[in-house]
């Protein structure tokens, strides 16, 4: 996945697409256009070969991650392609990114439990979550790594694999590779361009098997739309 910020030159960007998820594999695709012709139709290719058109700028759609052979905890990138046709003029070309993770059985528990509270900010910038991880008695888990996501309010990402000690602190052992402690973003991370950051753990068994946890230490919300200026009614 590509560096692409949200930078001033693709605010002004006569077509954009902003991406909203939903779910594990769900998405709302906006189109953000700005122009003066009217756009009669918007054909939209969702990256995994399925394609819609639409007379609205607004679209959702589902991965199904059982057909794209994810396996559980595999992140798996589709790149969307927006063509906005309008009624003069040759038509626009927008690209974002949707990221999703594989999800182990349903009928499959858990290895590990894992709570995590909700960010909040520091006094000195930035945002703090707690993390407790419990590993079940009869098993235990190494941690190795942790992958950090970060989304872009227009749909793409930039990811990054950190030895897990440099950004999850340990407050508390608590056996079988469990722990209490917390995780930081920093303000520079979170930048304005910024929608949300995806942290993933990554460890193993003592069979061998991987083990992931996942959860998000930020999320911006989006600013609300300003009222439209109402202007004063005619004197008489």
């Given at each position: 996945?590509?560096?692409?910020?949200?930078?001033?030159?693709?605010?002004?960007?006569?077509?954009?697409?902003?991406?909203?998820?939903?779910?594990?594999?769900?998405?709302?695709?906006?189109?953000?256009?700005?122009?003066?012709?009217?756009?009669?139709?918007?054909?939209?290719?969702?990256?995994?070969?399925?394609?819609?058109?639409?007379?609205?700028?607004?679209?959702?759609?589902?991965?199904?991650?059982?057909?794209?052979?994810?396996?559980?905890?595999?992140v798996k990138s589709f790149t969307?392609?927006?063509?906005?046709?309008?009624?003069?003029?040759?038509?626009?070309?927008?690209?974002?990114?949707?990221?999703?993770?594989?999800?182990?059985?349903?009928d499959t528990p858990p290895p590990?439990?894992?709570?995590?509270?909700?960010?909040?900010?520091?006094?000195?910038?930035?945002?703090?979550?707690?993390?407790?991880?419990?590993?079940?008695?009869?098993?235990?888990?190494?941690?190795?790594?942790?992958?950090?996501?970060?989304?872009?309010?227009?749909?793409?990402?930039?990811?990054?694999?950190?030895?897990?000690?440099?950004?999850?602190?340990?407050?508390?052992?608590?056996?079988?590779?469990?722990?209490?402690?917390?995780?930081?973003?920093?303000?520079?991370?979170?930048?304005?361009?910024?929608?949300?950051?995806?942290?993933?753990l990554y460890g193993h068994d003592?069979?061998?098997?991987?083990?992931?946890?996942?959860?998000?230490?930020?999320?911006?919300?989006?600013?609300?739309?300003?009222?439209?200026?109402?202007?004063?009614?005619?004197?008489?």
């Amino acid at each position: 996945m590509r560096r692409c910020g949200e930078q001033e030159t693709q605010r002004n960007e006569p077509l954009r697409i902003a991406a909203t998820q939903g779910g594990q594999a769900s998405f709302t695709f906006q189109a953000l256009y700005q122009g003066s012709a009217r756009v009669v139709a918007y054909a939209w290719d969702f990256g995994n070969g399925a394609v819609s058109t639409t007379s609205e700028p607004r679209v959702e759609y589902s991965y199904a991650t059982d057909l794209q052979g994810l396996g559980p905890q595999e992140v798996k990138s589709f790149t969307v392609r927006l063509q906005a046709r309008l009624d003069r003029g040759g038509p626009l070309e927008a690209t974002a990114f949707a990221l999703i993770r594989g999800q182990p059985p349903s009928d499959t528990p858990p290895p590990v439990d894992l709570r995590v509270s909700r960010w909040r900010p520091l006094p000195e910038g930035g945002w703090r979550s707690d993390v407790v991880v419990r590993v079940p008695e009869g098993t235990a888990v190494t941690w190795e790594r942790l992958e950090r996501i970060s989304l872009h309010w227009d749909g793409q990402a930039d990811t990054s694999m950190r030895p897990w000690r440099e950004v999850l602190q340990v407050e508390e052992a608590l056996g079988n590779g469990g722990f209490r402690g917390y995780v930081t973003v920093s303000a520079s991370e979170a930048s304005p361009g910024i929608k949300q950051i995806l942290d993933s753990l990554y460890g193993h068994d003592a069979a061998g098997q991987e083990v992931v946890v996942s959860w998000s230490p930020f999320k911006r919300e989006p600013a609300p739309e300003q009222p439209g200026r109402v202007e004063p009614p005619p004197r008489k």
